[in-house]
């Protein structure tokens, strides 16, 4: 590819020069949250957006062999300075990428999104890409075949909520249903491990898997109803998506230190053409439903314990319930930024921050009382 490629009206696409390392980082500072300016670091192969003799863009175009043995590309950490937003930087940097890797016989190419991040997913979306689910993934490069992508994207980062986007996209159309049933068997599965861990669950036997599974439906299933609920009322049609790459790091938590991360996924608006912030003052409420029913199970779970006369085998059950209940408001209010940015915590954070100071404060009285 050429050094410099020139994009009107007057943005220049070209390599990092040497010495811009240090500006390209401040950008990333500029950009991305905390956490992920930090742990930001820039190949050899950064692209760079320079505006009027300043930097104010930049993406990292990685290769990568895929399954097939074929060549496929990454795009990596597509950035630009919040004070150009919509003069297109974006935009450019994408075309200049799907170029680098088309030069170098790529067939493929992929990007991890957030799935509220809407100004990335139209860029792609607008050049071809679709979010692949994990269904859509076995399909196409079968089960050690997707192990080997994820490890090739880095989809083992711990990155809740993100999507992998693809060109091409996907060829058949997935099922939320199914994406919601997956998810809650495999976060029950985290769940039976927690317990087990943690002396709350004596066994892994049928009744224990069949009341883990009831615990996390009843839980996740609330959740997802009352969303969906609020979301009808305001005539948002939405859908279910699962947090796929969440899984690897719930079942690695679980296992090393017995500890519940919950990953109930989200509702979407449909499509992929919405803009988050137009959609706030419609998610937010919608986000608001949800984690109020969840700080409402976690309460009403603790009161039956506290105050209630129950059978023994019924109060371990309602003890395990009380751990998947508080493990998710914790996660779901207290935490409105990255890695945990997509769970609903952030979207009254970004409608309604004394609502969310409500919501807070719930949270952090339920697990003082459960701690004391």
Same mark, same amino acid.
């Given at each position: 590819?050429?050094?410099?490629?020139?994009?009107?009206?007057?943005?220049?696409?070209?390599?990092?020069?040497?010495?811009?390392?240090?500006?390209?980082?401040?950008?990333?500072?500029?950009?991305?949250?905390?956490?992920?300016?930090?742990?930001?670091?820039?190949?050899?192969?950064?692209?760079?957006?320079?505006?009027?003799?300043?930097?104010?863009?930049?993406?990292?175009?990685?290769?990568?062999?895929?399954?097939?043995?074929?060549?496929?590309?990454?795009?990596?950490?597509?950035?630009?300075?919040?004070?150009?937003?919509?003069?297109?930087? *974006? $935009?450019?940097? +994408?075309? /200049? %990428? #799907?170029?680098?890797?088309? =030069?170098?016989?790529? &067939?493929?190419?992929?990007?991890?999104?957030?799935?509220?991040?809407?100004?990335?997913?139209?860029?792609?979306?607008?050049?071809?890409?679709?979010?692949?689910?994990?269904?859509?993934?076995?399909?196409?490069?079968?089960?050690?075949?997707?192990?080997?992508?994820?490890?090739?994207?880095?989809?083992?980062?711990?990155?809740?909520?993100?999507?992998?986007?693809?060109?091409?996209?996907?060829?058949?159309?997935?099922?939320?249903?199914?994406?919601?049933?997956?998810?809650?068997?495999?976060?029950?599965?985290?769940?039976?491990?927690?317990?087990?861990?943690?002396?709350?669950?004596?066994?892994?036997?049928?009744?224990?898997?069949? *009341? $883990?599974?009831? +615990?996390? /439906? %009843? #839980?996740?299933?609330?959740? =997802?109803?009352?969303? &969906?609920?609020?979301?009808?009322?305001?005539?948002?049609?939405?859908?279910?998506?699962?947090?796929?790459?969440?899984?690897?790091?719930?079942?690695?938590?679980?296992?090393?230190?017995?500890?519940?991360l919950p990953a109930p996924g989200s509702v979407?608006?449909?499509?992929?053409?919405?803009?988050?912030?137009?959609?706030?003052?419609?998610?937010?409420?919608?986000?608001?439903?949800?984690?109020?029913?969840?700080?409402?199970?976690?309460?009403?779970?603790?009161?039956?314990?506290?105050?209630?006369?129950?059978?023994?085998?019924?109060?371990?059950?309602?003890?395990?319930?009380?751990?998947?209940?508080?493990?998710?408001?914790?996660?779901?209010?207290?935490?409105?930024?990255?890695?945990?940015?997509?769970?609903?915590?952030?979207?009254?954070?970004?409608?309604?921050?004394?609502?969310?100071?409500?919501?807070?404060?719930?949270?952090?009285?339920?697990?003082?009382?459960?701690?004391?």
């Amino acid at each position: 590819m050429n050094e410099e490629v020139k994009n009107p009206p007057e943005i220049l696409v070209r390599r990092m020069r040497y010495g811009e390392e240090e500006g390209v980082k401040a950008l990333a500072g500029r950009t991305f949250p905390p956490l992920g300016s930090v742990l930001f670091s820039p190949s050899p192969h950064v692209l760079v957006a320079e505006w009027n003799g300043r930097l104010v863009g930049a993406v990292v175009p990685e290769t990568v062999v895929l399954p097939d043995k074929h060549r496929g590309g990454l795009m990596l950490w597509l950035m630009t300075d919040p004070g150009t937003r919509g003069f297109g930087v *974006g $935009g450019r940097l +994408v075309e /200049v %990428a #799907l170029r680098f890797f088309e =030069e170098r016989g790529c &067939r493929e190419v992929f990007a991890c999104v957030e799935g509220f991040n809407t100004s990335s997913s139209r860029l792609f979306a607008t050049r071809g890409f679709t979010i692949l689910s994990f269904g859509e993934q076995l399909r196409r490069y079968g089960p050690l075949g997707t192990l080997a992508l994820w490890l090739r994207t880095h989809r083992f980062g711990g990155d809740v909520g993100h999507f992998l986007w693809a060109r091409p996209g996907a060829t058949k159309s997935d099922s939320p249903a199914l994406q919601w049933w997956v998810g809650m068997f495999a976060s029950a599965l985290v769940f039976l491990l927690v317990g087990w861990r943690n002396g709350l669950i004596g066994g892994l036997g049928a009744a224990s898997v069949l *009341g $883990g599974i009831v +615990v996390v /439906v %009843a #839980l996740f299933g609330l959740r =997802e109803a009352v969303m &969906r609920l609020a979301a009808r009322l305001q005539g948002l049609p939405v859908r279910h998506r699962a947090w796929e790459a969440a899984f690897p790091l719930s079942f690695g938590i679980a296992a090393a230190f017995g500890v519940f991360l919950p990953a109930p996924g989200s509702v979407y608006p449909r499509g992929s053409a919405w803009r988050y912030r137009d959609l706030v003052p419609k998610l937010g409420p919608t986000a608001l439903a949800g984690a109020s029913v969840v700080l409402l199970f976690a309460w009403a779970v603790w009161a039956l314990l506290r105050f209630g006369s129950l059978p023994p085998e019924v109060a371990a059950w309602l003890r395990a319930a009380q751990t998947a209940g508080l493990s998710l408001a914790i996660i779901e209010v207290l935490f409105p930024f990255s890695p945990f940015a997509s769970f609903s915590g952030r979207r009254v954070w970004d409608w309604n921050r004394p609502m969310w100071g409500v919501l807070a404060v719930a949270a952090v009285a339920l697990f003082f009382l459960v701690e004391l």
